[in-house]
């Protein structure tokens, strides 16, 4: 298969000789075009549309090229042929010349000029602009002839001077050429590595992509796409998942989310590791690993949570102030009962960049550590902590004092009330003492007046994420909802909708749909366990650790009541506590 190449000729005679040698370059399939530096910009969009392999210029217009092109740009050089032939021109001339060029221009005249002892004054420019200041200069200082390339000439004519244009001979093509074939060669080897590595990414179970800091996607493998649920056409991650913007730029400082910490995609139920990756240019490179299970080593999941107005707000009906007065603070209530939602709520003002929501899964001092840097990284930037009364005494002590000291704007969820942890010594005095002019308490959904409204306004939330139009709720379902107990609080409502909603044919949420009642209740609450996406016991790792997990698992299960932990363990309340503190 021929190279297919285009010629960007900025005068008429380089296309002339181009043309002339199309018999001695059968490999290549020539296209010549006429443009110089300013006429180069507009032709580029037709270029890339056309399928080329390789452009050649040359002189200020081939650098332009470069500059604007992904293409390889092949630059024609000014040989020594040519150089002489020029000074042999300009030799005999009884008029005052100076040259007006590129860098790359004059250093090569300039050479052979001293050798051949002709005395030619010069001026350096690197962009067309300079062109008329430089002639007009030259001009003052009485310069009659002016050598360079064909937008210098062409202005020199216009300025009343006379132009030499600096040309190419046939060596120099020829040479440009050959340069292009050993190009267009590499460049095709490099080619086929790379679609046998993307051929085998997109083999791997594992989602892998690579992208740059605006989420663009430079390579992403098939399973990446199904786990993000992404378009074959999608080119940026930042569309559908804006969260990730300030996980790059987490990275991009330092963050590391490859073994203590992930990411966590709530939502999608999926785990996001990233690295910072070497780049030949001055972008910056991640790579992303996508996997529906927890990361072996994670001890700590962080979830970017965008400012979005939640579909129901606490303080809207119980006339609470939005915001918090001060941090720490702390917002404790039962799981799914909306604390990560009244945080988002209650910040909307001053968390632009989102909240980051860090999950303790291992109380170890890489998990305490890597938090305190990623809060660091944040800066101003809000932070939620869940499973802080898994760290040990010493720990919350360390977390206490650093939260304080930096004035980390920082909001703790427990399942129960502060004060009874802190007496089952879940939760260090220290850490108490941090947070007690802010602690906020949210009652379970059952529990409130405003049942009904939080349903209604569910559905309108529902309705508008699966695009249907779901004028209401039949009075007998609204009933059976009204009465349901909603053990999962407002995670178990959104599950319960989600299921409705798709099943409705019709403008109503009719009776039939009561059936899916009690399979979204067991759906939402077994998303209710301490880690996500985890269904199993890891055993790839130490006994200890597995011990604890057991005991953290029979302890939720327990409602986190110690007296019936221990006894369903056959231990007493100290030994279950102490294995738990165990590092």
Known sequence: MKIKTIVIAPYPGLSELTLSLQQELQEFEIVVE?????????????????????????????????????LPVVEIPVSGFDILRILTLVKGYNAKCEMIGFPN????????????????????????????????DAKARGVQVVIGDSITVKMAAENGLQGVLITSGKESLMEAFSRAGQLYKSAEKLKLK????????????????ATDQGGKLEFANTSFKHLLKLPETADTLYTMYPGLREMLRDVSRGADFDRTTSVYEPDQGLYLRAQLLPAADERQLYMLLASEEEPEHSGLAASYLLADAPFFSYQEEAGQETGFQSYPAVVYGEKGSGRKRYVINANLSESRDGIL????????????KAMMELMLYGGGRVTIIEGAE????KQQRELAEFIVKRKMKTVLLFDKDPEILAEEEQLAGKLLRSFQNQSISLPALRETPWLERSIR????????????????????????????PWQGNFTELRTVMELFVMAAEGPFIEPEALTLLEEGSRKARSGLSPAPGKEELNLRQPLEDIERDIIRTVLEQEGMNQSLAAKRLGINRSTLWRKLKEK
Not at 194 to 209: P, Q, T
Not at 390 to 393: D, T
């Open 357 to 368: 929501c860090l999950h303790i899964r291992r109380p170890t001092e890489e998990v305490l």
């Open 457 to 484: 306004a569910c559905l309108i939330w529902t309705n508008e994420r699966q695009g249907k139009q779901i004028a209401g709720i039949r009075g007998e379902v609204m009933e059976a909802l009204l009465a349901h």
């Open 105 to 136: 221009i004059i250093e090569g005249f300039m050479s052979v000029s001293s050798l051949m002892e002709v005395d030619i004054s010069y001026t350096v420019i690197h962009r067309e602009q300079e062109v008329g200041a430089a002639l007009a």
């Open 34 to 70: 006429h443009g110089d530096l300013s006429r180069v910009l507009p032709l580029i969009g037709r270029i890339h549309a056309e399928g080329y392999d390789v452009i050649i210029s040359r002189g200020g217009t081939a650098k332009l090229l470069q500059q604007h092109s992904y």
């Open 390 to 393: 898994l760290l040990s005494a």
């Open 194 to 209: 790379n679609e046998m590595y993307e051929s085998m990414l997109s083999m791997l179970k594992g989602g892998y992509a």
